[in-house]
């Protein structure tokens, strides 16, 4: 078979058919509310999280907020205007890799060391030097929000243990450990005059900023991430919350919760979605194998790295790459491709796929490779994107089913999305709406779907929940 036969066929696998997509929506269903009714381990986790409140744009204040996502850490402070605008100011850092799979203490003492940085820069008014010492000379601590974007078993607003790691994070001694305990003490030895006021999850600070920033114009019913990972969280009312002891809560009984759905952890067992060999090559490299398997087909930590598997098998049946050397180890290399690989292959507009060739050349250090290994890389690119856009389809039918949406909502459905995936990967909302179509939510349905995009989705909805708080 030719490159291209071969590309074709390993291709097809990645297919999702409409059989699949619909019987996927049917199970999520399935998977949230028997969530919603049993603490599961390898189900979907349903978290209950304490915020029972969706704001109205007319909150108002100064907050700080944390946001540990990916690979990044960012601390802001937040203000809120009170007619659903702000302003922000905020400082980024990467994680050291070695702290990423490190000590628990460090890990902490490294976050609270950028909380430090960031007073110390933009409200240095809270400090005075004694002695070398920073304190905070008046006032009250400011109350933080901290969006921390793993499962947590929540227990109250800024209480939970982490159940466990995902996204290539993996500091043992953290697990089972309160995660506010942990950053509040980290933050006390510095004595730094921050109050960690809620424990926010990134889709739970999606949801509650596109609360804020469109409540004008209506509700929203969904915050979701497409970013590193994948996640998604919707309100709830209490009342149909089995599994939540609302007896232990009466002063909250008769309101809603923001549930934390953890969608990354949908089919664990893998009855419904599809799998490939290079899902199961894939799933053994990963700290956590066997969850959050789901998000192993469609977000940003992964995509990269099915397509360099596809690729090295291609390489040594001796089809692609036939004849040339690389300059570099890329390919031979475990997590060496980022998303922006497939998805800046997958978006080459170029007739004779120049982009293609550069990417190819840039990352995996292959040149002067011919034009018909280039389009079956393209291919290959294409399918792996197609399927993560395909199946992120799945948790928003599922969740449009399962809350009645269609029914309940007048005119738009509106769900507010953040994360590199949906943002820069090519036409990845436009391939979600193609499957929204083909479920049961059918062309009318998906027209009333309007995605937008909560670019400050965690801090400011980190600050909207320490407002809560
Ligand atoms: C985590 C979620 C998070 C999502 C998006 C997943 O790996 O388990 O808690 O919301 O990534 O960041």
Redesign the pocket.
């Known amino acids: 078979m030719s490159v291209l036969e071969e590309a074709q066929k390993i291709a097809k696998e990645f297919e999702i058919s409409d059989e699949c997509l619909n019987d996927c929506v049917d199970h999520f269903i399935w998977a949230t509310e028997h969530g919603l009714r049993h603490h599961t381990d390898l189900g979907m986790p349903m978290i209950p999280t304490f915020v029972t409140k969706i704001p109205t744009g007319k909150e108002k204040g100064v907050f700080l907020a944390s946001d540990l996502?990916?690979t990044n850490f960012r601390v802001c402070s937040v203000t809120l205007n009170g007619d659903s605008t702000y302003s922000l100011n905020q400082e980024k850092s990467s994680v050291p890799k070695e702290l990423m799979v490190g000590s628990c203490k460090d890990f902490f003492d490294y976050l609270a060391s950028q909380v430090e940085a960031f007073l110390r820069k933009h409200h240095g008014e809270h400090f005075v030097e004694d002695d070398g010492v920073s304190k905070a000379p008046f006032g009250d601590p400011f109350k933080m929000g901290f969006t921390f974007?793993?499962?947590v078993d929540q227990t109250s607003l800024n209480k939970g243990k982490l159940i466990r790691w995902?996204?290539g994070f993996d500091i043992k001694d953290a697990v089972g450990k309160d995660i506010v305990e942990e950053f509040q003490a980290a933050l006390h030895s510095r004595k730094l005059p921050v109050h960690v006021a809620a424990l926010v999850?990134?889709?739970v600070g999606t949801l509650m900023s596109r609360s804020y920033t469109k409540a004008e114009s209506g509700r929203t019913l969904v915050g979701c991430?497409f970013?590193?990972?994948?996640?998604g969280a919707y309100s709830e009312k209490i009342k149909t919350i089995p599994k939540f002891d609302a007896a232990a809560h009466p002063e909250i009984t008769d309101k809603i919760m923001v549930i934390?759905t953890?969608w990354?952890s949908f089919d664990n067992r893998l009855n419904h979605i599809p799998n490939t060999r290079f899902d199961t090559a894939l799933n053994e490299r990963t700290p956590n194998p066997g969850y959050?398997m789901f998000?192993k087909r469609i977000s940003g930590m992964f995509l990269g790295e099915l397509l360099r598997l596809v690729l090295v098998e291609l390489r040594d049946k001796g089809v692609l790459f036939k004849g040339l050397s690389a300059t570099k180890k890329a390919l031979d290399t475990e997590w060496s491709l980022d998303t922006s690989v497939p998805s800046r292959i997958d978006g080459d507009q170029s007739s004779d796929l120049s982009q293609t060739a550069k990417v190819v050349e840039d990352f995996l250090g292959y040149s002067s490779v011919p034009k018909e290994e280039l389009e079956a890389i393209k291919l290959l690119a294409h399918a792996i994107g197609r399927r993560s856009a395909t199946l992120s389809a799945v948790p928003l039918a599922g969740l449009i089913l399962h809350t009645n949406a269609l029914e309940k909502f007048e005119g738009e459905i509106d769900i507010g999305a953040d994360?590199s995936v949906v943002e820069f990967y090519p036409n990845f909302e436009k391939m979600v709406r193609e499957a929204l179509r083909k479920t049961r939510l059918g062309t009318e349905g998906e027209k009333r779907v309007t995605i937008g995009l909560a670019r400050d989705g965690s801090g400011v909805g980190a600050a909207l929940c320490a407002l809560v708080a």
């Open positions: 996502g990916g974007s793993f499962p995902t996204k999850n990134d889709t991430i970013g590193t990972g994948t996640n934390n953890e990354g959050h998000e994360g």
